[in-house]
Every structure is written in structure tokens, then in C-alpha cells.
């Protein structure tokens, strides 16, 4: 049986917790930042958890993590 290929578009936009969650960076921070509030930037900032709904689409994307 071959390997599973991991996503790597996936592999590029999460990272596993030792929980076994995974990491996501808030999207709207590239460009067109003017306009945006301070502190709407900066809650944008951190890194959030994935949502547990797409946690499945996330695990088959990435089988080795």
C-alpha cells in the first residue's frame, strides 16, 4: 500500500497541538491594513484553534502530523 501524500497547502496553513487540535493564523492580515481598526489587527494577531467541525477535513489533509 503506497503513502498518503500530505496536503501541503494544508501542512503550510496548520500546525497539530499536543492536545491533538490544530493551529490556525487569522486571515485579513495581508494587505489593505490602513483602513482596518488597531485593535481589530491586533486580535487578528495570534494564533486561534481550528473549529471542530473541519478537525476531520484537517486530520485527512495532513495524515502524518
Known sequence: MPKIKTNR???KRFARTAGG???RNAS?????????ATKRKRQLRGSHR?????QRAARR???YC
Do not use: C, E, V
Not at 50 to 54: E, G, I, P, V
Open 9 to 11: 497547502g494544508a501542512a
Open 50 to 54: 481550528l473549529h471542530k467541525a473541519d
Open 21 to 23: 487540535g490544530f493551529k
Open 28 to 36: 485579513h492580515r495581508r494587505h489593505i491594513l490602513t483602513k482596518k
Open 61 to 63: 489533509m495532513m495524515p
